[in-house]
């Protein structure tokens, strides 16, 4: 899969597990997932790629099937992207806990990539670090009104007196 993405230049997509394993026999997965974009690659050793990706578009899945080596191919339809909203004065604490950990981390969104006025971008960075589970996790991502996702976000913060 990694092979052919590369020599297409083209996303494959992740999505969150839902019942299943990462080896093996192929998983069910959830239904909303994201294109990732391969940005780099290394092949240490035959057959073996290591990759960084970036996120890209959400989508839905709307059939699939597992083929013989139990790799999964959907069909899916991309998700709207959503509208750029400013954070407003609305989520104080949200955007403070999520600038204190932006700042004592050693993470991708350097200073010069972040978006902290943008609620779409705070939601997502928020959830990325929430102390939720996983399944709890893809619901808040699957939310389509970011300012309910980051409301939801907020209180889950609140609620568990969250601390970076």
């Known amino acids: 899969m990694v092979s052919r993405c590369l020599k ?11 019942q299943g394993a990462e080896v093996g026999e192929a998983a069910v997965p959830c239904e909303v997932g994201t294109l990732a974009h ?6 240490p050793q035959q057959g073996v790629f290591n990759i960084r990706v970036r996120g890209g578009r959400r989508f839905r899945i709307k059939d699939y099937i597992v083929g013989s080596d139990q790799l999964i191919r959907a069909q899916v339809s991309l998700l709207d992207e959503m509208p750029r909203q400013k954070v407003g004065t609305d989520f104080p604490e949200a955007v403070t806990i999520l600038q204190e950990m932006l700042n004592h981390t050693d ?26 589970d996983n399944i709890d996790r893809q619901s808040l991502l699957e939310q389509d009104d970011v300012v309910l996702r980051l409301q939801a976000i907020s209180d889950v913060l609140k609620s568990t007196n969250w601390k970076p």
């Open 107 to 132: 993470n991708e969104h350097s200073t010069s990539s972040q978006r902290i006025e943008d609620v779409d971008w705070v939601a997502n960075r928020l959830a990325e670090i929430l102390p939720v």
């Open 8 to 18: 297409n230049e083209q996303p494959f997509g992740m999505c969150l597990i839902r």
């Open 38 to 43: 391969i940005t780099d690659w290394d092949m």
